[in-house]
């Protein structure tokens, strides 16, 4: 019956019954004290009805309280956050209108605007297809002219990270570790032999050739350094045939011009989210306590300037030196047999480490996952002390502790559809935890958070869910 009156009637209705309540509450006091007072005397009566009143007062407060925490306070909050949401993620979900019912018009009025925001949006994406059509067309034979060239060719920018790289590139870093956009040149050939070759580079001299060690040591590579005349950086170009490469391959370019731009680096909690490159991972044990369980897959993509590379990515079985319960095999699907072949443990984290260097760690109950990777610090001779974000922390920051922060429920939230056969399993869950980070970090700035330091300043806040790892 209230939803069918005005916002400002249902405001005074609210101030006359806390009036009524609370002039009630005062008279039902005084009475009980003046019975009480032919018992007790007046003092005593006075006493009695003054507790009384103040205690009823109390409670039609707390009474009014809950009354405008559900239907005001927490609706406005779920209102913001849809709108932010459907704004900076480009998310089409619906405003809950039974929700905010007692809001008066806000609710179809926030979801008028945003239908007709969508609309625009919509419209505007139909103008920006076609070129949009044409530049991939282009990408495309850029990528089919490359084919025919018959080498690897690396883009590093001035402070010696990966701008650039192409299929080729692709397979011949993978000999020596997981290619990853925005790392270092030195994770991949050693830094000594790279350098020298790299300071011929000076003055009119455009070109310089040299034998390079391959970090590790067990591989070594001809490389070809040339310097760029119109962007800052150089290339490093590898003979295919040295990698025993099929020139027929398909050579998808991976590649992100803005890295060559970036400003040297800032410590860690002044940098912009957007700038920071992000491991997200996810793993699957053989039971949920962490120092008696084992890992048996770890699964994790990289994100570089707020998206997620195609390619770069880690699907990692794990053999985990004892039998996986029936109970957890239901759940992930993975079985002994299929890890009899697998490295171990303190090995599969090992490379992981590997993977995950310079970048800051995203995972979704980030406790529990990094609980399994520092039991294994020692025996890796690794340490875990990467910057970490928790998905679970940035979903209270953004829609606040009273909402669901589970994976799922996130997902549902941001339009995320996880594919049945993809959940529980490592690669599948980071690939949906990535997608949220995503859409998660233009909302952060929105709603004012830019740098790093910013976000964990208010993840921190969420303690009682989840303890922050940093």
Not at 54 to 70: P, R
Not at 245 to 257: G, H, K, Q, T, V
Not at 440 to 446: E, R
């Amino acid at each position: 019956m209230l939803t069918s009156l005005g916002l400002r009637l249902r405001i005074f209705l609210l101030f006359l019954g806390i009036a009524v309540a609370c002039t009630a509450a005062v008279g039902a006091s005084l009475y009980a004290g003046y019975s009480r007072s032919f018992e007790s005397g007046t003092e005593s009566g006075f006493l009695f009805a003054g507790a009384l009143s103040l205690f009823g007062i109390l409670a039609v407060s707390t009474w009014v309280w809950f009354l405008f925490d559900e239907n005001v306070a927490k609706p406005i909050e779920r209102l913001s956050a849809t709108i932010r949401t459907r704004t900076h993620a480009d998310v089409d979900t619906s405003v809950d209108l039974h929700q905010a019912r007692y809001l008066g018009d806000l609710a179809p009025a926030v979801e008028a605007v945003a239908e007709k925001l969508s609309k625009v949006s919509a419209d505007a994406d139909e103008i920006v297809a076609s070129e949009t059509a044409r530049l991939i067309a282009e990408r495309t034979n850029l990528s089919a002219l490359l084919t025919e060239i018959p080498v690897a060719i690396i883009l590093v920018s001035p402070r010696h990270q990966i701008t650039l790289y192409d299929g080729q590139a692709h397979d011949v870093l993978s000999l020596v570790q997981v290619p990853r956009l925005n790392a270092s040149i030195f994770d991949y050939f050693v830094e000594e032999d790279l350098r020298t070759a790299h300071d011929e580079l000076t003055g009119s001299r455009t070109d310089a050739f040299a034998e390079v060690r391959g970090t590790g040591g067990k591989l070594s590579f001809k490389l070809h350094l040339k310097k760029l005349d119109q962007t800052p950086g150089y290339m490093v170009l590898v003979d295919s045939t040295q990698a025993q490469i099929s020139p027929e391959a398909a050579r998808p370019l991976i590649y992100d011009f803005d890295l060559s731009e970036q400003e040297s680096e800032l410590a860690i909690e002044d940098c912009p989210l957007q700038s920071l490159t992000f491991v997200v991972f996810d793993t699957e044990t053989t039971g949920l306590m962490p120092n008696k369980d084992e890992i048996v897959q770890i699964g994790a993509v990289r994100v570089v300037n707020g998206r997620i590379v195609p390619g770069e990515k880690v699907d990692q079985l794990v053999n985990p030196g004892r039998s996986i319960p029936l109970p957890s095999t239901r759940v992930h699907g993975i079985s002994d047999d299929m890890v009899i072949d697998a490295p171990d443990a303190p090995t599969a984290v090992g490379q992981f480490h590997g993977f995950a260097r310079g970048a800051v760690i995203v995972a979704h109950n980030a406790p529990f996952d990094m609980a399994f990777l520092h039991r294994h610090e020692k025996a890796s001779g690794l340490v875990w002390d990467h910057p970490l974000l928790d998905t679970v922390l940035l979903s209270a920051v953004l829609y606040g502790e009273t909402e669901k922060h589970t994976l799922d429920a996130v997902c549902e939230r941001l339009g995320i559809t996880i594919p049945p056969e993809l959940r529980h399993t490592a690669l599948g869950d980071a690939q949906a935890t990535a997608e949220a980070l995503c859409k998660m970090l233009p909302i952060l700035a929105s709603r004012g958070y830019q740098t790093f330091g910013e976000v964990i300043e208010q993840t921190r806040k969420h303690g009682r869910l989840l303890k922050d790892l940093n």
